[in-house]
């Protein structure tokens, strides 16, 4: 019943899409969020579904779709050399080629795709609906982590988010990013959205969302979310009128908040402190130095999943007895095959230098540029000030999903692409009405009768 229910959902999307090119745009960012081959058991395991709507997206946009707005950026020539030297490394250059050749199977899409979409991006309309359908895919794995959460309080690997796969945006850490980068765009929607025109049943729907993508990192017990929680509450600071009162209310929100945090949630959280006596802590800054030493002698990386010949040694720290009484305990811990946890790390043991400096300046340039943007349409009275709120909102989902990259990694996880693409397509559209109302006469010519 499951597998018939989503193969007719991606139906009637195709059907849509036939009549509609851009929506099977749309069609291929679901299946890439939600990934639904991983919800059934059969029939859509063995189809390949993202193959067969990317062709159709490429196929629709170049045999039917209106491209005369369409333009080839710098960003978009920077993700393609990304792209291009991924798939050099890949196959001249990597230690484990097999592997390596696995990881290249769902990075390059993941590239290739952000490459063309901002190409299709020529209207509000479509960089709102792109926008949309993320959040709404996203919500579908939120709400059902948020719902979880109330009933059973999660807790660290024990969330079920539909699937038991470890993977993807359904890995705990991974999901606590993506949900908290996700809600500025959540509040966008909320006051400029056109395609739900903002009432009171788009504002209970959207706080509703925002409510459950906070629920996910006390669900999945995943710091990052906690630190990601930490920068969103920092970042609304420029968008408030009040700050004072901004900052009162979080204070007494996060004093009313914590009595009710489940245990586990606590627990996991003052490891924070004390990542001396947490392994998966220890772990990672162990993985990290041998990182940098293998960059030293491999600077062009090892290509993907280089870190299957790691080996690394870490001390742990543990206090036994009472405060009076302690006992400080040390042990020498091995471990091997440790992934990087760490998207900048990902990057450089994987590409190397080249490859990281790439990927930085890449989105160092969206940040820039979104800012950029955000102060040239700050004005209220401004007919494009919608478009300096989103590049607000882009810019603070993007280094909140930065931020979550430090402890994850997600370097070539597409909704990163994805966000990078709504970036480019915003970009481009505001540059585009600019230039077009600069163009526009002040005065219309006026026509004389002529003398008799």
């Known amino acids: 019943m499951r597998d018939l229910f989503l193969i007719g959902f991606l139906v009637s999307l195709f059907g849509m899409g036939l009549r509609r090119p851009f929506l099977l745009v749309l069609t291929y ?8 081959q991983r919800l059934t058991y059969y029939l859509l395991n063995t189809v390949p579904i ?136 959540i509040l966008w929607l909320m006051r400029h959205g056109t395609i739900f025109p903002p009432d009171w049943r788009v504002r209970v729907f959207g706080l509703g969302l925002i409510f459950a993508c906070l629920l996910i990192p006390v669900g999945t017990s995943a710091r990052t979310g906690l630190l990601c929680i930490g920068l969103l509450a920092i970042l609304m600071l420029r968008d408030v009128k009040r700050r004072l009162l901004y900052i009162g209310a979080l204070a007494v929100a996060g004093v009313a908040v914590v009595p009710l945090l489940p245990s586990s949630y606590t627990q996991r959280m003052n490891t924070i402190r004390t990542y001396q006596g947490d392994e998966s802590a220890s772990t990672r800054l162990a993985v990290w130095k041998w990182t940098l030493d293998y960059a030293t002698s491999n600077p062009f990386g090892g290509g993907f999943e280089a870190y299957l010949q790691n080996s690394v040694r870490f001390d742990l720290t543990s206090v036994e007895g009472s405060a009076h009484d302690s006992k400080v305990e040390k042990r020498v811990t091995t471990d091997r095959a440790r992934a990087y946890h760490s998207s900048y790390f990902e990057m450089l043991g994987e590409q190397g230098w080249p490859g990281l400096f790439l990927w930085l300046g890449i989105n160092v340039a969206g940040i820039l540029r979104m800012e950029a943007l955000r102060r040239r349409y700050r004005a209220a009275s401004d007919p494009l000030h919608w478009g300096g709120q989103l590049a607000g909102a882009l810019q603070h989902g993007h280094l909140i999903y930065l931020l979550g990259g430090a402890f994850v990694g997600i370097a070539f996880n597409p909704f990163l692409y994805q966000l990078m693409a709504a970036q480019i397509g915003l970009d481009t559209y505001l540059t585009r009405k600019t230039r077009e109302a600069r163009q526009k006469p002040l005065f219309r010519p006026t026509t004389f009768a002529p003398s008799t």
């Open 29 to 36: 960012i679901y299946i890439d969020i939600v990934s639904p």
């Open 50 to 185: 993202s193959l067969i709507a990317v062709v159709a997206a490429v196929g629709a946009w170049a045999l039917v779709d209106d491209k005369r707005d369409s333009r080839f950026t710098a960003r978009q020539a920077g993700i393609l050399m990304l792209l291009i030297y991924c798939g050099i490394t890949t196959y001249f250059g990597a230690d484990f080629p097999i592997e390596a050749a696995d990881k290249w199977g769902w990075v390059w899409k993941a590239l290739a795709f952000a490459v063309f979409l901002p190409l299709t991006l020529r209207t509000r309309l479509r960089i709102e609906a792109l926008l949309l359908f993320m959040v709404l895919s996203l919500a579908s794995i939120v709400i059902v982590g948020g719902v979880k959460t109330l009933v059973s309080g999660g807790g660290y690997g024990e969330l079920n988010l539909m699937v038991n796969n470890n993977t993807g945006l359904y890995e705990g850490s991974i999901i606590s990013a993506v949900a908290i980068s996700v809600i500025p765009t």
